[in-house]
């Protein structure tokens, strides 16, 4: 109560109603404290660690397939010896650079299946399982290559060609020529193709609900009021 003049007046604010402008008294009924940013479904770092884990390995072991693969559809380069000496049948023949184009196709190819895969079945994964398709898609290239190598032709020409005998065409090994970027293909496919998806198809943060109906989000006060006006 304020006194003024002897006389007593009302308070501008009755004492079992809060002040509306007060910033700091409690929300309404009606609105609520915005969620955690988190979800109960995203996994802990214990357990995208397992998953990432299992990526690697599984990325990893699908290598074997991409360097039989590698193998069976790569063009074979012929040479054939006249004695003394191994030549290039065809010296004009695009067969080497053939190797090397049929592993960067099929390791891309390999990319999208192997991303599309991780996306599908974690698609709240977080770091480490990217670093785990990356880490396994690195590790898959080079097992793919080295597959396509012990499994193919031999490395040893002079004894190819003496048992094959002059003028036999016999078939070169196989050979990746530029093994630094046809192994750096399957990540990079697969990397980007994941992020991708997990921009158009990821799950969304929820957006925090500041206010319920009728509340603006500053000052706690009323919608289309300032706070401290009248």
Not at 10 to 19: G, I, M, S, V
Not at 25 to 38: F, N
Not at 52 to 60: H, R
Not at 69 to 90: H, I, Q
Request: charged share 15%.
């Amino acid at each position: 109560m304020a006194w003024h003049d002897g006389t007593v007046t009302a308070p501008l604010t009755p004492p079992h109603q809060p002040n509306p402008h007060d910033p700091w008294q409690a929300p309404p009924s009606g609105s609520h404290l915005a969620p955690a940013s988190g979800s109960p479904d995203d996994p802990d770092t214990a357990t995208e660690l397992r998953q990432a884990a299992v990526i690697v390995v599984l990325v990893a072991l699908a290598g074997i397939a991409l360097g039989l693969l590698w193998l069976w559809l790569a063009p074979r380069v012929p040479l054939v010896s006249d004695g003394t000496a191994v030549f290039l049948k065809n010296s004009e023949g695009e067969e080497a650079i053939g190797a090397d184009g049929t592993f960067v196709l099929l390791a891309a190819a390999f990319g999208v299946l192997s991303a599309a895969l991780v996306f599908w079945r974690l698609r709240r994964g977080g770091v480490f399982v990217v670093v785990g398709l990356a880490l396994g898609a690195v590790l898959g290239s080079l097992l793919a290559w080295r597959v396509g190598v012990w499994l193919g032709p031999s490395s040893d020409v002079v004894a190819r060609a003496r048992e094959a005998g002059k003028g036999v065409v016999f078939d070169a090994p196989l050979e990746l020529h530029a093994v630094v970027v046809a192994v750096m293909v399957w990540p990079f496919v697969a990397l980007a193709l994941h992020l991708l998806l997990t921009a158009a198809f990821g799950p969304r943060e929820v957006e925090p609900e500041w206010a319920g109906a009728g509340w603006s989000s500053y000052g706690g006060g009323p919608e289309g009021s300032a706070p401290g006006s009248a």
